[in-house]
C-alpha cells in the first residue's frame, strides 16, 4: 500500500515490525528483500511520487570543499526513488582498496570489508537493470577485448576494469506496483522523520516522530512508529 502521511490523523501512533527511512534505491531494496519475510514494513518517504521544490529544499545544506562536492540539494532527492529518479545509470562495484584504511585520507576505512558487499552485487545488479553482473572486459564481452595499452600491466590497479549501464532504472517508477501490491508493506509519501528515540540503554530505536506538510505548523503532525528488532521483545509493540 502507498499513502500519504497527509492523511494520517495528527498523533496517530503507526505500529511495524520493520521501519525503513528513506524510499530511495536502498529503502525500496530493503522492503522489497525483507517484505519475504512476511514481517509489517513501514517505509518512510520525506517525498512523493514526483519531485516537489518545499521537499526538495529540506536537502539544502553545506559542504566543506565546494570544488570537491556538489550542494547536497544537487542530486539528493527527495522522491520515491530517490537519486535514481535522475541518475544516468552509471554503475560500477567497490574495489577492495575502497574498504581498508589509508593514512593520506581522513576518515577511511569501513566496519566491513570488501566480500561483506561482493556477495550482494548480483542482485544489485539485477536490480539495476544493469546487465549481467560481470565487469571485466576480458569476461564480459565474447572472445575479450584488446588491451587498452598493449603490453601495459601496471602494478596496483586493473585495466580491464568495465562500467555498465542500466536503463536508467527509476527506482519509484519501476518497482512502485511492488510495493503497492505487496500486503505486508506499507509506504506513507511526505513523511518526513524529525527524531530518533532511543531505549533508555541505547540498545535499539524504540520509536520516530514523522512530520508532514499537511498543516502550517510542521512540527505538530506526528507519526509515532514502533519498531520491533531481533529478539528484544516488547508488549504491545507490533
Known amino acids: ?39 509489517s514494513i513501514l517505509l518512510l518517504e520525506s517525498g512523493e511520487d514526483a519531485p516537489d521544490a518545499d521537499a526538495q529544499a529540506l536537502n539544502e545544506g553545506e559542504v566543506a570543499d565546494e570544488t570537491l562536492h556538489s550542494p547536497p540539494d544537487k542530486y539528493r532527492q527527495r522522491v520515491l526513488g530517490g537519486g535514481t529518479s535522475i541518475w544516468g545509470g552509471r554503475c560500477v562495484p567497490f574495489d ?37 553482473y560481470e565487469y571485466d572486459a576480458r569476461l564480459a564481452v565474447p572472445g575479450g577485448m584488446r588491451p587498452l595499452l598493449r603490453g601495459f600491466t601496471p602494478r596496483h590497479f586493473d585495466v580491464n576494469g568495465i562500467e555498465r549501464f542500466s536503463c536508467p532504472t527509476d527506482f519509484g517508477r ?53 519498531l520491533q528488532w531481533g529478539v528484544s521483545k516488547r508488549p504491545g509493540c507490533c
Not at 500500500?1 to 527511512?21: F, L
Open 1 to 39: 500500500m502507498i499513502h500519504s502521511a497527509d492523511d494520517i490523523v495528527r498523533d496517530t501512533v503507526v505500529r511495524a515490525s520493520i521501519c525503513i527511512v528513506g524510499g530511495g534505491p536502498a529503502g525500496i531494496t530493503l522492503a522489497l528483500e525483507l517484505a519475504r519475510t512476511g514481517k
Open 174 to 226: 519501476r518497482y512502485r506496483n511492488r510495493l503497492h501490491s505487496a500486503a505486508n508493506v506499507r509506504v506513507l509519501l511526505r513523511a518526513t522523520v524529525t527524531r530518533l528515540r532511543c531505549a533508555q540503554d541505547g540498545s535499539r530505536i524504540e520509536s520516530l516522530a514523522v512530520c508532514n506538510p499537511a498543516t502550517q505548523d510542521f512540527p505538530s503532525s506526528r507519526i509515532s512508529t514502533c
Open 96 to 132: 577492495p582498496v575502497d574498504f581498508t584504511t589509508r593514512s593520506w585520507i581522513d576518515h577511511s576505512g569501513w566496519p566491513i570489508g570488501y566480500a561483506d558487499v561482493e556477495n550482494h552485487y548480483a542482485a544489485a545488479n539485477k536490480l539495476c537493470e544493469a546487465g549481467d
